[in-house]
């Protein structure tokens, strides 16, 4: 019983003097100087971090506001008895220098238990780090430095230039964003993508598509990818190639001409043929994804 009672007040009197703001404290080898110690030479990083979640008093359970900004950057006694030098264990956000691995660690030491995380290291962006994407002292939607797509397209580019062709998802107009389709903390689908396949994750917009159908595309049970791009293209409906050219691809011309034709094979009098006016598959085969028609008509996906 005495024990007991030993264990319960160590723990008591640990958490008290780890409650007291501005006071320095020692958590094994580690000395901390406290908040106020901080405020002293960061006062606009403390001033933006008290707004911050992070920062806030009235959040039940968070650590971060606990320990002020040792939290999360560490023990900072040694810190400030050499007048702001950097010195070892302490983690410095926002610089590339610091190895992504010891920022994320901070992080995760509150946040691993979180379930948007339970894929975190199994995903790409485990070697780019938490600080690259969120600040602790914003107080914006998920403490995210800049919103969506914008904050993505910092890196990812050419995802840019493909949303601005004449054919792509609404992200530009504010319709869809990234994390609609991509978890960036980590998922089991290739490209970060919410769902177990291509397949579907776009079925959740694009439900028609799905089926039943008497008669399937193969190419389109197989991936949507086959033939679209989901970002974007030049060509009409996502389409990663110009028909005829994209059916070409697996069909060629055998008991289907598909090629140029000459002006005796196309004129007749004066009237042109169906292959020289418009000449698209699609304008046959409208039902290209699937289709329930009977018989030949069905198989073949014609109207």
């Given at each position: 019983?005495?024990?007991?009672?030993?264990?319960?007040?160590?723990?008591?009197?640990?958490?008290?003097?780890?409650?007291?703001p501005g006071q320095a404290f020692?958590?094994?080898?580690?000395?901390?100087?406290?908040?106020?110690?901080?405020?002293?030479?960061?006062?606009?990083?403390?001033?933006?971090?008290?707004?911050?979640?992070?920062?806030?008093?009235?959040?039940?359970?968070?650590?971060?506001?606990?320990?002020?900004?040792?939290?999360?950057?560490?023990?900072?006694?040694?810190?400030?008895?050499?007048?702001?030098?950097?010195?070892?264990?302490?983690?410095?956000?926002?610089?590339?220098?610091?190895?992504?691995?010891?920022?994320?660690?901070?992080?995760?030491?509150?946040?691993?238990?979180?379930?948007?995380?339970?894929?975190?290291?199994?995903?790409?962006?485990?070697?780019?780090?938490?600080?690259?994407?969120?600040?602790?002292?914003?107080?914006?939607?998920?403490?995210?430095?800049?919103?969506?797509?914008?904050?993505?397209?910092?890196?990812?580019?050419?995802?840019?230039?493909?949303?601005?062709?004449?054919?792509?998802?609404?992200?530009?107009?504010?319709?869809?964003?990234?994390?609609?389709?991509?978890?960036?903390?980590?998922?089991?689908?290739?490209?970060?993508?919410?769902?177990?396949?291509?397949?579907?994750?776009?079925?959740?917009?694009?439900?028609?598509?799905?089926?039943?159908?008497?008669?399937?595309?193969?190419?389109?049970?197989?991936?949507?990818?086959?033939?679209?791009?989901?970002?974007g293209s030049n060509q009409a409906?996502?389409?990663?190639?110009?028909?005829?050219?994209?059916?070409?691809?697996?069909?060629?011309?055998?008991?289907?001409?598909?090629?140029?034709?000459?002006?005796?094979?196309?004129?007749?009098?004066?009237?042109?043929?169906?292959?020289?006016?418009?000449?698209?598959?699609?304008?046959?085969?409208?039902?290209?994804?699937?289709?329930?028609?009977?018989?030949?008509?069905?198989?073949?996906?014609?109207?």
């Amino acid at each position: 019983m005495r024990r007991l009672l030993l264990v319960f007040l160590s723990v008591f009197f640990s958490v008290a003097i780890l409650g007291l703001p501005g006071q320095a404290f020692a958590q094994g080898s580690a000395k901390f100087a406290g908040a106020e110690s901080c405020k002293a030479c960061h006062e606009d990083a403390s001033a933006s971090y008290a707004k911050s979640v992070h920062g806030n008093k009235a959040v039940p359970g968070s650590s971060a506001n606990r320990g002020g900004c040792e939290s999360c950057h560490g023990a900072a006694a040694v810190h400030v008895e050499k007048s702001g030098e950097k010195v070892p264990g302490m983690v410095s956000f926002g610089n590339r220098k610091v190895d992504a691995k010891l920022k994320d660690a901070s992080c995760l030491s509150c946040h691993e238990a979180s379930k948007t995380l339970a894929f975190w290291k199994m995903g790409k962006h485990k070697s780019v780090g938490c600080d690259s994407c969120h600040s602790v002292h914003q107080s914006g939607k998920k403490n995210l430095k800049a919103s969506e797509p914008e904050l993505c397209y910092t890196c990812h580019k050419d995802i840019r230039s493909q949303v601005n062709k004449k054919s792509h998802h609404p992200i530009k107009e504010g319709k869809v964003s990234c994390s609609d389709c991509h978890d960036s903390h980590g998922t089991f689908g290739k490209k970060l993508v919410k769902a177990d396949t291509n397949n579907e994750l776009c079925y959740k917009c694009h439900s028609e598509k799905r089926g039943p159908y008497m008669f399937e595309h193969l190419p389109v049970e197989e991936n949507c990818l086959n033939c679209h791009t989901p970002h974007g293209s030049n060509q009409a409906k996502l389409l990663s190639k110009k028909t005829p050219q994209l059916c070409q691809a697996c069909h060629d011309w055998t008991r289907h001409p598909g090629g140029a034709y000459t002006s005796y094979e196309t004129f007749k009098g004066a009237t042109p043929s169906k292959q020289l006016t418009a000449r698209d598959c699609m304008n046959c085969h409208s039902n290209i994804h699937g289709s329930n028609g009977p018989s030949t008509k069905g198989l073949r996906f014609v109207r």
